[in-house]
């Protein structure tokens, strides 16, 4: 009954697909703000909900410990997603933000956290219309309070707290169907140190491949091959501001990153986010860019290996050289910084370098969603120009 809940949601339900007759764009009107509820919603008895101050070592603590223990696991739960506190503060402190939008339920007697979800603003372009959107994420509750019909009145919670600062539109992934994807996505590995991997069941030797061969098979160079490959730096902010503006508005569905954005979400920041540019020796020009997050995973239950050290394909930009010979690169850089596998969605031109670059593919899809916006037609994942963490 998941789909008894979003059956009262502003959101695309499966009866409408292929009703051309409705138009594209928001499908409620906004709402007068003294018309929003002005108080939270109701909770079972026992809890209360608890705004996160995620700039408090001790909350963020909390919050690091319930996703750590109970946030989302792969299909086989051989892993669990294991975000760190800085990666967690980058994700949820981005120009704009709201504190208010950093939800928390606790236990009354306890105050134990016991559930979680956010918002982000983000300025998000869809077509040729730029929509103020929240981006919704990290919605855990605790393994042992699970079907007790939390989650919906979470999304109704973030939901309500959104409409109090006058946005009317969000995006969400998720790794099950819900009314209505607006894009699917397959995603994609590309090992790196294929002995673990297979150590700790995340790949599986290939028939007729020994691990001798298998760790050949994945080799890559020490060192990166293109001239003027180097890590971005603060007073690239404004050429990669230009070059990613310009290649992301090819794409139905992207980001609309000024200098402030591209200043928070892309400059490296240790153990979060890698970024790395080319500036052409001769000319300084900036022509091309590259990026990726770090997004841990615990490995449940293995007597050898406790974390899966995993590097997220983010946003990149081949204007020069050649995108494969820039991803191989970017492969180079990860194995250097000891990640043991890279993955990619197949979104953007990603498609075009997985399986030359010795990618293989997910045993999963990633759905994309907006909230109280309407795409008639599903967006290719080639079209989509979106990346959530
Ligand atoms: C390897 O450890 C895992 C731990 C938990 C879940 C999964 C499978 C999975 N659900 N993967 C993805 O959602 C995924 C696969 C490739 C790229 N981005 C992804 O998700 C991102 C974006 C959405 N929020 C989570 C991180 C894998």
């Not at 809890?47 to 299909?75: P, Q, R």
Request: with cysteine.
């Amino acid at each position: 009954n998941r789909h008894k809940f979003w059956e009262t949601q502003p959101v695309g339900q499966f009866k409408d697909v292929g009703d051309s007759s409705l138009p594209d764009g928001p499908i409620e009107p906004p709402t007068p703000l003294s018309e929003v509820k002005q108080e939270p919603y109701n909770l079972p008895n026992l809890y209360e909900w608890i705004t996160c101050d995620i700039n408090s070592d001790g909350v963020c603590t909390e919050v690091y410990n319930l996703l750590t223990d109970n946030y989302v696991e792969d299909d086989e739960n051989m892993f669990r997603f294991n975000y760190s506190k800085e990666f967690l503060r980058w994700a949820l402190r981005p120009p704009g933000y709201f504190k208010s939008w950093h939800i928390g339920v606790r236990v009354k007697s306890s105050k134990k956290l016991v559930a979680f979800i956010t918002g982000a603003p983000a300025r998000i372009r869809v077509r040729d219309e730029i929509v103020l959107m929240a981006e919704v994420n990290f919605l855990c509750v605790h393994k042992k309070l699970r079907s007790k019909r939390l989650a919906p009145v979470m999304i109704k919670e973030v939901t309500r707290r959104v409409h109090l600062e006058n946005i009317w539109q969000a995006a969400y992934t998720a790794g099950v169907v819900l009314p209505t994807p607006m894009s699917t996505c397959q995603y994609w590995h590309r090992s790196l140190n294929p002995k673990k991997l297979i150590d700790v069941g995340f790949s599986r030797l290939g028939a007729r491949m020994t691990m001798s061969r298998t760790i050949k098979l994945f080799k890559l160079p020490d060192s990166t091959a293109t001239p003027g490959f180097r890590k971005m730096e603060l007073h690239d902010v404004p050429a990669v501001t230009r070059l990613l503006r310009n290649y992301l508005s090819q794409f139905i569905v992207a980001p609309d990153f000024d200098e402030n954005d591209v200043e928070h979400w892309l400059l490296p920041k240790e153990d979060v986010v890698d970024s790395f540019l080319v500036e052409s020796p001769e000319t300084h020009e900036i022509t091309d860019f590259c990026s990726f997050y770090t997004l841990p995973s615990s490995i449940l239950g293995n007597p050898n290996y406790s974390t899966l050290k995993v590097a997220y394909s983010y946003y990149n930009v081949s204007t020069k050289t050649p995108l494969l010979q820039l991803m191989n690169d970017v492969l180079i850089v990860a194995k250097q910084k000891d990640f043991d596998v890279f993955n990619a969605l197949d979104v953007m031109q990603n498609e075009t370098f997985v399986k030359e670059l010795k990618f293989g593919p997910g045993d999963g899809k990633l759905h994309y969603y907006l909230y109280n916006y309407r795409i008639k037609h599903a967006v290719r994942s080639s079209e989509l120009g979106l990346v959530l963490l």
